[in-house]
């Protein structure tokens, strides 16, 4: 069977100091993959997907960004934090010629 | 206008009651909708899918599509305090990507 895994699942950083969080789909092939932010009371922001390796799409401008040196692997990253992207931060995937989208257990970042 | 509009709530209704949660969409060309349920701190998971005019249930779900009203809904049947959480409308809008409505948070009273 198909599983996400995504770490860590909380992590508190200063501002001004970079940022990885990692994710990785085990059970498939070629999943298209997606980074989402969920900020305190609002929905669900789509930052990044991807639909192959190296293939990455943006869609907020902003300090972050993604990339996918595996098949099963995206990381979002950056460089210098801001207040502002605190945030629960949502790795997810869809299996090929599937609609449905899954979602990894979260990682919840303060940045302070 | 926003792509997927969901009302806040909360909305509560008592243990055993159905709860009705409503969606609406601006993309006439969507094909597929999907219900989350988010409980706080939690990532969202699957309940429901739709792609078809009318009623899709599974077991105490129910979701219904109108395309012609660009208008999602998810009925719970019988509620209990556990379906307390939030609960997300997603529209596949194209271009591998789903757009989640802001959430309508469920309160389930014993």
């Known amino acids: 069977s198909q599983t996400i895994h995504q770490w860590p699942a909380t992590l508190v950083q200063p501002v001004g100091s970079p940022l990885s969080l990692e994710c990785t789909v085990e059970?498939?092939?070629?999943?298209?993959l997606y980074w989402y932010r969920q900020a305190a009371g609002r929905g669900l922001q789509l930052l990044f997907y991807?639909?192959?390796?190296?293939?990455i799409s943006s869609e907020v401008p902003q300090n972050l960004s993604a990339s996918r040196p595996q098949d099963r692997q995206f990381i979002l990253s950056s460089k210098k934090l801001l207040l502002s992207d605190s945030g629960f931060y949502l790795c997810a995937w869809r299996p090929p010629m599937n609609e449905k989208l899954f979602f990894g257990s979260g990682t919840q970042l303060s940045v302070l | 206008q926003k792509e997927v509009e969901q009302n806040s709530g909360p909305l509560s209704v008592p243990e055993g009651a159905i709860a009705s949660l409503n969606c609406t969409y601006s993309?006439?060309?969507?094909?597929?909708f999907f219900w989350y349920r988010q409980y706080s701190g939690k990532s969202p998971e699957l309940i429901m899918s739709i792609y078809s005019n009318g009623d899709k249930e599974d077991g105490r779900f129910t979701a219904q599509l109108n395309k012609a009203s660009q208008y999602v809904s998810l009925l719970i049947r019988d509620s209990q305090p556990s379906d307390s959480a939030t609960y997300l409308c997603a529209v596949n809008t194209g271009f591998q990507k789903l757009v989640f409505g802001t959430g309508t948070r469920l309160l389930v009273s014993p």
């Open positions: 991807s639909v192959g390796i190296g293939q």
């Open positions: 059970g498939t092939s070629n999943p298209n």
């Open positions: 993309d006439r060309g969507s094909q597929s």
